[in-house]
């Protein structure tokens, strides 16, 4: 098995070549170490490599390893929520990557003590297996928002398909990228929506060359 401070060094490599390409500055991107497969000890190493964001789309996953790590890092959660289940991750997270309806933006809303970083998960493939708004809904979605005080919408996130197909990949990050700027144009006090969540393992060289502030790195920086 890889070392991760190895495969971390790679993956900052990856970053900064891919901002040279992209006339970005490699500061502008948060890695994600998602350690949704690996043990505590396997991500202990990731903090220990340097990592400071963690990601986790479990809740089980996520308690289990909050309660060893604490805050040692930022948590993210990054995984299909629900709204039952909000009440036990909410004063543990410091954002979730995805909001897609109303009822969970409630339940966030009701339990939070303070606002709470969140991404609105689009759904930009329109694949069936994945979650999240139609980039067509998305605008009036987040315009639903406003009267929950505890809910700062800070961006947008996206899956991509799993696919060597470049083109299709840098189409769907274009797409949440201009998604984005639709959003920034209305002035929402509370939906700055500076950030993308886009880019894994598999795609995420390219998810920075077209704009993602935030990726989610699994298995190429800790295994599976």
């Not at 004063?91 to 339940?107: P, T, Y």
């Not at 998810?207 to 920086?221: K, M, N, P, Y």
């Amino acid at each position: 098995m890889m070392d991760v401070a190895d495969n971390l060094t790679h993956i900052r490599q990856t970053i900064e070549q891919a901002c040279k390409n992209s006339h970005r500055n490699p500061d502008e991107i948060t890695i994600i170490g998602v350690t949704k497969y690996v043990t505590i000890e396997r991500t202990e190493e990731a903090i220990n490599a340097g990592i400071k964001n963690l990601g986790e789309n479990r809740m089980e996953g996520l308690l289990e390893k909050h309660d060893y790590i604490q805050d040692r890092a930022s948590w993210h959660f990054i995984g299909t929520l629900q709204s039952r289940k909000v009440k036990d991750v909410i004063g543990k997270v410091d954002a979730i990557h995805s909001l897609d309806r109303l009822s969970l933006a409630k339940e966030i809303n009701k339990r939070a003590a303070r606002p709470i970083d969140c991404f609105i998960q689009v759904n930009v493939s329109g694949e069936e297996s994945k979650h999240g708004l139609s980039p067509e809904d998305t605008l009036s979605f987040i315009k639903q928002l406003e009267r929950f005080k505890n809910v700062r919408i800070v961006g947008l996130m996206t899956m991509a398909p799993h696919t060597d197909d470049e083109d299709r990949l840098r189409a769907i990050f274009r797409r949440l990228v201009s998604l984005r700027e639709t959003i920034k144009a209305e002035h929402l006090a509370y939906a700055p929506c500076d950030n993308l969540s886009m880019g894994m393992s598999n795609d995420y060289r390219i998810a920075v060359e077209e704009g993602a502030t935030h990726i989610r790195i699994g298995s190429d920086l800790v295994g599976s």
